[in-house]
């Protein structure tokens, strides 16, 4: 697929927690021009700081250039939806009017864009549920839904989940083609649209690699941490396991346990006591470039996650970073990690995966370092995208035609 206009409403800022919007988008940008929207509020910052960044977006639309064809896009800010403070009424009530004003909002941003850049037969990249509205706004040749998580089961607020299960299946239903990133995913919906394609999380290889090399600077707040490190990175949560986290700090006293990311962990007993332990270390959210230099120091690299929920269906990318940075993974046993048993322990319960820690610690073989490179080869963003440009393409043609 080369030039054409993407629109992608995005469902985080730019500069956000790395994920695999950017990964793809980046990579699409490269033979095609790409205009990244971003939401009116980010989840990764706060409900009053976005209003302040977002609210002139409303009356003068800002397109910077990030690179040579991508550039990044503010949006207004939006109404909130789904409050918990609600009765179930209200939310039946409210929440339609809600989807229906935010759409709304961000057509008009939207289509004042197009029309400053002149573009025309656009592709849509939908990200959202709460985005099917959308659909058909802006003359779009393609219509995309990338679905990288099952929404309606990470919505906080139990009651709307299913009113927000109806938008994603209907975004399922009239999309001209949907990614999935697990099989869950894609079994679920293969029967709502013909036209699904399983493309799962990926890495870019030659960053995360480098924590293999020995070519990297350790970063001063984890140089003195001290060693052995066992290690995770990535949002601090709600599907982190924080009791199991207490056990493996308090099974292994003379290791480090080290916590990279954005912190968003509900107080709990098990936390106040995790963050009174000596040897666990909460370092913050890192910038994506900077991760490798961290893992370069893990000694085992942990997935420990709550079985439940949208969990169930996640095919985590921290699998693939881990694995190109050469580190040995503990990890709760996802039903889509199972087919990489051969290069990371997985664990059934939290007894288990307190004990597998303390295999992967007994140190990695060169064969096995190899084999987890192996894998990590095999699963790059580039070809993901590959992967995707060529589905696109074909049914662009087929619409030509």
Request: with cysteine; proline share 7%; hydrophobic share 45%.
């Amino acid at each position: 697929m080369r030039d054409q206009t993407i629109i992608c409403i995005a469902p985080r800022r730019w500069d956000a927690l790395w994920k695999e919007t950017q990964a793809i988008m980046s990579r699409l940008a490269v033979c095609n021009r790409v205009l990244y929207f971003e939401p009116g509020r980010d989840p990764e910052h706060g409900v009053v700081a976005e209003m302040r960044r977002n609210w002139p977006v409303l009356y003068r639309p800002v397109t910077p250039e990030l690179h040579q064809n991508l550039m990044v896009i503010p949006s207004p800010p939006m109404l909130p939806h789904g409050r918990r403070h609600l009765p179930q009424w209200a939310l039946r009530a409210t929440m339609p009017l809600v989807v229906r004003f935010n759409a709304a909002v961000l057509v008009r941003h939207v289509r004042r864009v197009l029309h400053a850049l002149a573009v025309t037969d656009p592709i849509l990249w939908l990200t959202d549920p709460y985005q099917v509205p959308l659909l058909g706004k802006f003359g779009e040749k393609v219509a995309c839904y990338f679905n990288f998580d099952e929404f309606a089961e990470i919505a906080e607020n139990h009651r709307v989940r299913h009113f927000l299960q109806r938008l994603d299946d209907d975004l399922t239903r009239r999309a001209d083609v949907v990614f999935t990133t697990s099989r869950a995913q894609w079994m679920r919906r293969q029967s709502l649209n013909p036209k699904i394609h399983l493309v799962p999380n990926a890495v870019d290889f030659e960053l995360f690699h480098r924590a293999v090399t020995g070519e990297l600077t350790i970063p001063a707040d984890i140089a003195s941490v001290p060693r052995p490190i066992i290690g995770f990175v990535g949002w601090l949560t709600h599907h982190i396991d924080v009791p199991l986290l207490r056990r493996i700090c308090e099974a292994y006293p003379n290791c480090s346990l080290v916590l990279v990311g954005p912190d968003r962990l509900a107080a709990s007993a098990d936390l106040d006591a995790l963050r009174r332990q000596p040897n666990v270390f909460f370092l913050g959210r890192k910038e994506h470039s900077a991760v490798p230099a961290y893992l370069s120091v893990f000694d085992v690299a942990l997935m420990p996650y709550i079985l439940s929920g949208h969990v169930v269906a996640a095919y985590p990318a921290k699998l693939h970073e881990y694995l190109a940075a050469g580190r040995p993974v503990v990890a709760t046993a996802l039903p889509e990690l199972r087919p990489f048993e051969s290069v990371v322990w997985l664990a059934q319960s939290r007894d288990e995966f307190v004990q597998k820690v303390g295999q992967a610690l007994a140190g990695s073989s060169a064969e096995a370092i190899e084999a987890r490179l192996a894998v990590a080869r095999e699963n790059t963003w580039d070809q993901r995208v590959a992967e995707i440009s060529q589905i696109v393409e074909t049914l662009l043609r087929r619409e030509a035609a």
